[in-house]
């Protein structure tokens, strides 16, 4: 059986991953994506941040918190 911990530390890296295409898809370079992902880190918790990725795939909307986190990594 695989450690719990280990576990939490792989969804954290696969979601990190999926943020980070995500992300250059949309002509972002990788340092403005490693940015905005910091950020993004910073103003959620785990949870948070699978609702506000939910909800961005959904509507294309991001709250206007991060979205004012991020502009500061262009």
Known sequence: QGNPIEAT???KELF????M?????ENATRTQ?????????QLYT???????A???EKTGNL???FADAAINCS
């Open 9 to 11: 530390v792989s969804d």
């Open 16 to 19: 990190k991953q999926s943020f």
């Open 21 to 25: 295409e995500g992300c250059m898809q």
């Open 33 to 41: 994506c490693v940015c905005i992902y910091d950020k993004f880190d």
């Open 46 to 52: 785990d949870d948070e941040k699978v609702r506000v």
């Open 54 to 56: 939910q909800e961005y």
């Open 63 to 65: 709250p206007q918190n």
